[in-house]
């Protein structure tokens, strides 16, 4: 799984960007959300997700889960 980083949140909205390993930023909507109540994300986290094709054939980040920090 690649791992970002939580870059913005608009949460009247339900989706945000997740800023990558490679300094791009990716699309994710609630829906993609795994194990984790969107409500309770904040800018800065760490995650973890894959990398699928949106509606408008873009990259967006799928199957997204709070990162396990290193060691576990």
Request: proline share 3%; charged share 35%; glycine share 10%.
């Amino acid at each position: 799984m690649a791992k970002g980083t939580i870059r913005r949140l608009i949460k009247d909205r339900g989706f945000g960007f997740i800023k990558t390993e490679e300094e791009t930023d990716l699309f994710f909507h609630r829906n993609e959300l795994q194990e984790v109540d969107y409500d309770s994300l904040t800018e800065g986290q760490q995650v973890e997700f894959e990398i699928g094709q949106g509606r408008d054939n873009r990259p967006q980040a799928v199957k997204v889960r709070l990162a396990q920090p290193e060691g576990e």
